[in-house]
Structure formats: structure tokens, C-alpha cells
């Protein structure tokens, strides 16, 4: 069965740190671009970043030099290690997967989608 989990989400201050893991079961991330992406409350879902099957990275201009996404093939997992959090960084963070590349980390267009997972940036 094919599943996609989020997870390493929760509530964080502002500059903290988080890093959220999206984990896939039934196939291999390898071969798939992997994106994630984020929803906050009254707006659109947007995407944060992605990575392309060859290690080609995007990134939101909002996220740029805060958010590294990486991949971990020995454990099937694609990470977004997030710096310097802003309140606006508040969100549903959602990982997604194609079997093709994207031009850029579009919203549209992705095979499977994870459940999502909840950050929180706040004092």
C-alpha cells in the first residue's frame, strides 16, 4: 500500500527550529520528486520546496536560506529542516510525490499526498 506520513511537526518559538520528515511506504522516494508544502488557515495551499528525482532543489522565496529540504534513502524519507521560524511560517506542512519532475514546486500535478502535519510558530 502506498502511504506517505509527515511527521516533526508541533509548536516552536520564533527563530527556533524544526524539522519535519515525510516517510514513504509501498514504493521508493528515490525515484520520485518529493515536494513539500504548506496550507495555513483562510489561505491556499502553497509550495515551501521541492526536489526533483536528480537532487535539483526549490525553494519558496519566503523559505530561501531558512529551509533545506534533503533526502535520506536508507531510510526512504525526504526532510525539511526549518531555521529562524517565523509566525508566519504557521501552517498544515504537507510532503506530496511524482513520478515527474516539476519545473519550480507547483501545487498542482502531484501523484500522492501525505496527511499532513501541524507547525506551529508562536511565543
Known amino acids: 500500500q502506498v502511504q506517505l506520513v509527515e511527521s516533526g511537526g508541533g509548536l516552536v518559538q520564533p527563530g527556533g527550529s524544526l524539522r519535519l520528515s515525510c516517510a514513504a511506504s509501498g514504493f521508493t522516494l528515490d525515484y520520485y520528486a518529493v515536494g513539500w508544502f504548506r496550507q495555513a488557515p483562510g489561505k491556499e495551499r502553497e509550495g515551501v520546496s521541492c526536489?526533483?528525482?536528480?537532487?535539483?532543489?526549490t525553494y519558496a522565496n519566503s523559505v530561501k536560506g531558512r529551509f533545506t529540504i534533503s533526502r535520506d534513502n536508507a531510510k526512504n524519507t525526504v526532510s525539511l529542516q526549518m531555521h529562524s521560524l517565523k509566525p508566519e511560517d504557521t501552517a498544515v506542512y504537507y510532503c506530496?510525490?511524482?513520478?515527474?519532475?516539476?519545473?519550480?514546486?507547483?501545487?498542482?500535478?502531484?501523484?500522492?499526498w501525505g496527511q499532513g502535519t501541524q507547525v506551529t510558530v508562536s511565543s
Open positions: 506530496a510525490t511524482s513520478p515527474m519532475n516539476h519545473y519550480g514546486c507547483p501545487v498542482t500535478s502531484w501523484e500522492y
Open positions: 526536489i526533483s528525482s536528480n537532487d535539483d532543489s
